[in-house]
């Protein structure tokens, strides 16, 4: 069963949705930075967190995410077997949060049905990319680069 979704009114009158985020790093660290980033943000809220693969697995299942962050190496199952293994069974924006920066890492993050794949070294853009991935667009990678507005 679905999780309903959730709403926040703001203070214009309107709402917004809020979506529900499980963080999948074997690195407690990694969770509790992504934890302390996220409750700045009342638009999101984080629904559970797993170690690795298997972990991600059930929790997905049994908390239907509206999106994932996934690392990729992980114990017991790697992150992207994981989200195979996920996408064969939800609909959710899988996004790939690992160390790697290569086109080849990015490939392999959306032919394993990731919605999205960032460097953790661009995590200033986390908020953007999970966003991207919701929005089902392709966020692959250096889509997510700082630019200098003036161009150079």
Known sequence: ???????????DGKQAMVRRLLVVDDSKALRDAVQRLMADLPTWRICGE???????IE?????????????????????LEATRR???QLDVAILIFTQYDSGQAAQEATAA?????LPKSRAADLVR?????????NSV????????PSGS
Do not use: C, H, W
């Not at 679905?2 to 203070?11: H, K, V």
């Not at 797993?50 to 991600?56: M, V």
């Not at 908390?63 to 690392?71: G, R, S």
């Not at 990319?129 to 667009?137: C, D, I």
């Open 1 to 11: 069963m679905q999780a309903e979704s959730r709403t926040l009114d703001l203070e």
């Open 50 to 56: 797993a170690t690795n693969g298997r972990e991600a």
């Open 59 to 79: 929790k997905a299942l049994d908390l239907q995410p509206d999106a994932i962050l996934m690392d990729v190496l992980m114990p017991e199952l790697d992150g």
């Open 86 to 88: 996920i996408r064969q």
């Open 113 to 117: 049905g990731a919605r999205g794949y």
């Open 129 to 137: 990319a999970l966003e991207a991935a919701l929005e089902q667009q």
């Open 141 to 148: 990678g250096r889509r997510f680069e700082s630019r200098n």
